[in-house]
C-alpha cells in the first residue's frame, strides 16, 4: 500500500452522443447521468445531473476527488434514471 500522499483529482465530464434508448418501450428517450467512481473505493464517486429524454447528453460537469492515489483507476458508468421505476420522478 504506497504511504500517504493521497491527491486531489479535478475530473470533467463533457457529455455523451448516441446513447441506447433505454425507454423506447414507453415512447420516450432515457434520462442519462453518468457516475464516475475510483474503483475499489467506493466511497470516493459523484454523479452528474439527469439530462431528461436525451440521447445526446451533454454534463459539462467539473469536480473533484479526493483522496486519489497515484495508479487509482476511475470508473464512468452511464445510467437510466428511469431504470427499475414505473414512473418518472
Known amino acids: 500500500e504506497p504511504c500517504c500522499l493521497s491527491m486531489r483529482l479535478r475530473v470533467s465530464i463533457g457529455g455523451a452522443k448516441g446513447l441506447r434508448n433505454a425507454d423506447g418501450v ?3 428517450k432515457s434520462d442519462p447521468y453518468c457516475v464516475c467512481e475510483v474503483e475499489k473505493k ?3 464517486r459523484f454523479q452528474t ?3 431528461t429524454n436525451s440521447l445526446d447528453p451533454d454534463w459539462n460537469e467539473e469536480h473533484e476527488i479526493t483522496n486519489y ?3 487509482d483507476q476511475l470508473k464512468f458508468t452511464v445510467r437510466d434514471k ?3 421505476s414505473k414512473t418518472d420522478e
Open 26 to 28: 414507453n415512447g420516450g
Open 42 to 44: 467506493p466511497h470516493v
Open 49 to 51: 445531473k439527469v439530462v
Open 69 to 71: 492515489l497515484p495508479g
Open 82 to 84: 428511469d431504470i427499475g
